[in-house]
Each structure stands twice: as C-alpha cells, then as structure tokens.
C-alpha cells in the first residue's frame, strides 16, 4: 500500500490552501489534494460569473498555486481509520499519516413541491452547472431568488446586470439579516430596490409551479411571481458522510468536530473549512458562520498544526466579511447587535459617518458609516458594521483585528491609525475613532 | 480675571480635536479654543490645493466641527504658571484650570543662500501664503521642490498636473527614504519620472540663485536646475518658544516634552501634535515623526486624561501613514527594515503579492504587494509597507493594529480576515498573511 504523509480530501480554497501550508511547514513531507473536480471555483466569485467577470472559466481557483503539491482527481469513498488508509472509487487503497478533510458543503434544498422543475437551481460549487444556471439566465425574462442573505443579495444584483427581472423572497424581516442590523439591511434593501430588484421580506415560498419547466413562484399571502428561473440561495449542508462513516464525531451545527487546533476525533484526522463545525469567539458555542476567509484561516491552522500539534490554535470564529451591492460595499466583523442581544450580552453602540478621502472636496469622496458593538461588562469590541465605498471591505479587517485583540472603546479611541486625503477620512473625524469616542461617552 | 477650564492654544488639527474630546468627555468644563488664525487647513490636504482642490477654501477644517467650543482668534504672549493665566497680544489675561498647547510646527528653512528670494516658498499651513504659491506657479514653467519626503513628493505630484515642470532635489540615496524602504522608494521615484518628474537624488542644493525673484537653482557635481519657482519641503521645527518661556521642559527631539499621558512637565499643562515630543513605540526613545493623525491622536489621549489623569496611555507612536503619487497608493506603519537595522533589531521580513480583488478578471483588480518586518527575538510585527490601489490606505491600519497589538508571524498568518471579489484579495492569497507566512518559515 503506496502511504503518504499528507493526504488532503477536498480542493477548493480550504483544500487547496492547507496543501499550500503543509508543503511550506513541512517541506520534507509528500503531499497530495485528491478532489473530485478537475477545476475549482473561487467561492466567493461565484455571483460574480452571471454578469462581471464573464464566465465561470475567469473564476477558477489557479492549480499553479499548489505548487509541488501533487493533484489527483478521484472520489474518496471511505476512511479506514485503523489502517490509516482512504480508499478511492477506483477501488485504490492508500495510506495516509495525517488526513485533512475539506469536503465542502453543498447547498441546502428546501422541502418545496416543485424544486426539482426545470430551471430550478441551487448554487453549486461546479463550474458545468453554472455555466447551465447561466445560459437559463440569458433565456429568462424574470428570475425569483429565494433566500436574500449575502449570496442571494449578489445574485440579485448581478442578473439585474444582465437585464433579468428580478425578484427576492426572503423569509426575515429583512434580506442580510443575519449578517447585519436592520439599518444596514434597509439601505442595502433600498439599494437595491433603486435598480430594479423587486425585494419581499417576510414572505414564504409555499410552492414552485411549472410544467416540466417552473413558471412561477406561488407564496404566502397569494402572492405569485413570474420566474422563467428560480434560484435557490438558503445556505449549505456540511458534507460530513464521509467523516460520518468513519466514525467521526459530528457537532451540534452539524460540521465534522474539531478542537481549537482542527483536529476531529481522531488526532490524525482534520477538517476544515465548510465541511468542519464552527465555534464562535464570543461564546465558544458551535454556530453556523461558513465563509471562504474563515475556511482558509482554518487551513492555515490546521496546516501549521499537521506535524507540531498546537501550534496555532483558533481561538474561534469572528466572521468577518464584506460585500457589494449596486455602488454600495460593506464590511462586517463580529456580532451583530440583534445576535448579541440574543446571546444575552449587555451592549453599547457608537456610530460614526464621515467621507472617506479628505478634505470632503476630493474627487470620489463619499460618505462611510461605521457602526460598533461593545459588550458593557468587559467593554471589549465585540461587533462592527461599516458601508460606504470600496474601503469598507478593508475596513472591515481593522475592526476585526480591533475584536481579536480585546480592544476597549477607550483604547480604540486611541488607536494608531494612518490618514491621507486620497485613501481615508480625516484624522479629526476617522469612522472606527470617532464611533468608539461616542461609545466610551455612553459607557461612563 | 475670567478662569477657563479648559484653555487650547492652537487650533489646528490637534488642537481641534482636543476640545472636541474635552466637551465630549467632560460636558460641564468650558473650552475655549484659542488660534492666531481665522481659518486653518487640513494639513494633509495641503499639496492637493496645487491642483486637485482647486482652491485653499476646499481645504479648510470646517469650525462646526467645535460645536459648542468657543474660538478666539488672538495670539497668546505668554503663560504663568503660577498664576495658571495666559496673556494675549491684546494685553487680556485669562486664567485657565487646564491648559492644552497644540501650537503645532514651522518649516525648516535651511541656511542656503538666496533661500529668501522671491518665489521661494516653505510649506506654511496659511491659506494666503499657499494662495500666492499657487499662484506663483500658474505663472512659473519650472518648478524646483528641495526635498524629497512625502510632502516633496505629493507637491511634485501635484505640480506636474497643473503642466509645470517639476525637479525634486533629495539629499538622501532615495526619496521617501525616512518612511519606505528602497523597493517602495525607487517604485515611487518611478512613477514620478513616468509622468515627467524630473527626480535627482544624492543631491544636494548649494544655493538659489536669481535677481530679486529666484531664476535656478546651483546643486554640487555642478548641477544646475532652472526654477521659476522653488518649494522647500525639508521638514519642520516645533513651535516651543511659549513653552520654552514659560520653563517647561523641551525634550531631545525638540518638542515639549511629555509623559504618556500627554502632561508636559507642568501637571496642570498637556502638549499635543507638532509642538510635542514623540515617543517611539518600539523603543521608548524620542523620535521625529510628526503625522496629523499622531497629533489628533495625542489630542484624545489629552483630551479624555484632562480630568482624570492617566485614562488614556500614550504607548508611543507608531508611525501610520499613506499617500498617493500618480496612479500608486502606498500605507506605511511602524518601523523600516533600514530604521529596525540602524536600532539595532535582528529582523525577519515576509512579503507577498496578489491582487487587490479576485478572481483577478474582477474589474479594476490591480496587484497589491505587502512586506511585513518582525523582530526575531520576540516574533512580534514591527513594521509593514503596503503599496497597489487605494486599498492600500486601509490596509496599513489593519498593519497598525496587528503592530499595536503585539501580533507575532504566526498569529497574522492566522488572522481573521473577510475577503470579498470586490473589495480585497483572495481569501488563499491575502497579502499580509501570505506575506506574515514567509515570515513564519525564515523564522523557524
């Protein structure tokens, strides 16, 4: 039995990004990625294939970042983990010393009569499929999104690109609801609304009618719309059979477990990314937070930690991450106030707007709005939210470092930040600065 | 004799900022802001009224910004101590409970012959003044800017847009050189001979030659640049003399010295922005970077302690800075590999490039590249460069953050980041964790 050091299942970011870091790590190991796919997607690119970028093809995660590591396409079908062995769909068994396991999720289809019609689509990772979701695109006239979290909200502004009606149903209050506060959701909403989008919160879809092919959408309410497509954007289920057949142990969010150095069950076994249960920093409790940025980070753990256990430990997830839509970016680190609440802390919030070059008369100036979230015992940081121009994806990452490193209001009043006319807002008035002076003040 | 509680002299950018905090904090006290100047600048904005502002008037730090602090425009003579009083040229005497000096910085103007000429400028923060230059070179062809640093080299940027030729005459091998190490400097000398910047380094001015108005200018090696107009950007000194006068203690650096907590060597005075003496954070020592955004951050750590000693630490400046020289935005924070070498520190670099959105078909995606600097002995990041798009403004305060926090390789290289296709790079490939994992390898 051919045994190799690393032996990596699974190949889109976090797959691909472990391999990376164990072959820097660990330059004497032998480390092989077997996947399914011959090519990968960019996760987050994958709105961003119906309009922007063209075709799925400019979205390919490039295989020359794996450097040496060696590729294999294949199905691993099960885990012997007495043996140390995988055995693949071709029947071949091979050894392994440490297993990682960066299976994904897939995305959850809902219990809905009629979503299996034609032209009703989920958002697969595969290229095929959505050069397919595509072409049905460029046919329809209306398309009916369902689900109006970060991804659907993306491809609603994307097939509006294309010229597509389009309509969301989201089944909160409001559409992003479990990424931001309702101001922040209302704005985007609104955004949207501007350009076409036809946007209905608190409405359930009851059924999608069609012969053969759907034609429309019908919901609660009597409300009904016309979709010559519909997709299907309500989250992802962690693939864990796999993991599940081995005898691994499974959290309460359904993920593989792990400990805070991504080790499962099995101290030779890892997981990461999608297919790996989450643990909140705040709390410490499992929650369902999967994004590409959290899964990379976990393969950079998990890859340091292969061969030199707790190394580098995940203190837990903050959940950071941004989006576009229409003109308008936003970033977000952290909990949200109506999350916080529900985990029962005691907040104070600061808010603070201000342009993002100086003086406000610089070409391409606009307003940026950082809100932040402090917990009153601690008086820690704890959640930030900002929205404006392209900054707010970065900014995002400065609040983030803020909440990773237990940041008071009073010391990130007080933090060491860098100002330029052409790049931020003034240093008399910097967003994440003036929103924490504003906290402090409540918190006295 | 009418007592104040809380008396600014100076009402820039520091001193702004300092009764803003002081009535935000303390609501109860009176402020009273009191400046030489009716109007005073963005000091960042500066070289942007050449030509991206149009005017000086767009530059101005809007007075609204002091709400309910009072602004007297006079000149303070003098400062008792004992009496805890100020004089005006007026002749008032007003005494004060707490007294803030924001007095700020003047040029340097270096003893060379013909430096008093007409049409020789230093970067005064006085709209007239700025109004002449301004002037001046509309009707100039050529203009010679002695002195490289970023001020030199954003006023060069800014010149050559309004179609004057443009000479910059650095002393030092590079220009930028105190703030970037050699790569970024040549890159930006680069960019400004692209667009015709004529840059001449290792140069040093002998004298200004011309008849009433200045005519060219004489360098060694025989060297010989025509000048209609001629900017002295060489860096600025401390305006202490009321300071000096009134026998508080001047420091090293020649600012007013200062505890950490912004109190000069009078417990009942607090020194802020250009006037004060800076602290390194990596060292301790004295040191002379002076940025808007260290003076308005002194200015809340004064302003919050002016009460209640001791609430905000000074834990000594970083140094966070950005700008913009053609298309290239740059983000600089805390020390260079040539200033961490001449303090003695044993260093470990990491660096890494990607572009700034992704997948790289993304619109407008252009490479962002980031060299991070660790001391070896204790693993912590003390300094990083950051230069691509106007990301790069941002990114230095996240820089800032993992710096002011004590962040070792290790630990950026497992950063919680958001990414998104619009707004950053690639989860796989974010530079300051690429470039914080080089660093983890060489460190091993």
Not at 359 to 375: H, Q, S, T
């Amino acid at each position: 039995m051919r045994k190799i050091d690393v032996r990596i299942i699974g190949g889109s970011a976090a797959g691909i990004e472990a391999a990376i870091i164990a072959q820097q790590q660990y330059p004497s190991k032998k480390v092989i990625v077997v996947r399914r796919e011959e090519k990968t997607l960019v996760p987050c690119g994958i709105p961003y294939i119906m309009g922007t970028l063209g075709s799925a093809e400019e979205d390919v995660i490039p295989t020359a970042l794996l450097g040496d590591v060696e590729l294999i396409v294949d199905e691993v079908t099960s885990i012997n983990r007495e043996a140390k062995s995988i055995t693949t769909t071709g029947g071949k068994t091979i050894g392994y010393d440490r297993l990682v396991l960066a299976t994904g999720s897939r995305p959850t289809v809902p219990p809905i009569p009629g979503a299996d019609l034609e032209n009703v689509f989920t958002i697969r990772k595969e290229i095929d499929y959505l050069q397919k979701l595509k072409e049905a695109l460029k046919q329809a006239k209306d398309v009916v999104i369902v689900g109006g979290g970060f991804i659907g909200a993306e491809f609603a502004d994307e097939c509006r690109k294309m010229g597509v009606n389009v309509t969301i149903i989201e089944l909160l209050d409001h559409c992003l609801m479990l990424n931001c506060d309702e101001d922040l959701c209302i704005r985007i909403e609104d955004k949207m609304r501007e350009v076409g989008v036809q946007v209905n919160t608190m409405c359930r879809v009851k059924s999608i009618v069609g012969d053969k092919k759907v034609e429309h959408v019908e919901c609660d309410k009597g409300l009904r719309f016309k979709a010559g497509v519909v997709i299907l954007a309500i989250g992802v289920v962690p693939n864990t059979e796999l993991a599940h057949d081995a005898g691994l142990k499974i959290g309460e969010q359904r993920g593989i477990w792990v400990d805070q150095y991504m080790i499962t069950s099995d101290p030779n076994i890892f997981a990461i990314g999608d297919c790996a249960e989450k643990f909140c920093f705040f709390t410490g409790k499992p929650t369902a937070t999967r994004l590409a940025s959290v899964a990379t980070r976990e393969a950079r753990i998990a890859g340091a930690n292969l061969f030199q256990t707790r190394r580098r430990r995940n203190r837990g997830t903050i959940g950071v991450f941004g989006t576009m839509i229409t003109d308008t970016a936003m970033g977000v680190a952290g909990l949200t106030e109506r999350a916080a609440k529900n985990l029962g802390f005691d907040l104070v919030t600061g808010e603070a707007a201000a342009m993002d070059k100086h003086p406000g008369a610089m070409p391409g100036a606009r307003e940026l709005r950082v809100k932040l979230i402090f917990d009153r015992s601690s008086g820690k940081m704890i959640g930030g939210e900002a929205c404006g121009g392209i900054t707010a994806g970065e900014i995002a990452n400065v609040m983030a470092q803020a909440i990773a490193g237990g940041m008071t209001a009073d010391e990130i009043a007080a933090a060491q930040i860098g100002t330029h006319p052409a790049l931020t807002a003034s240093p008399l008035v910097y967003q994440i600065v003036n929103a924490a002076e504003e906290a402090v003040v409540k918190l006295r």
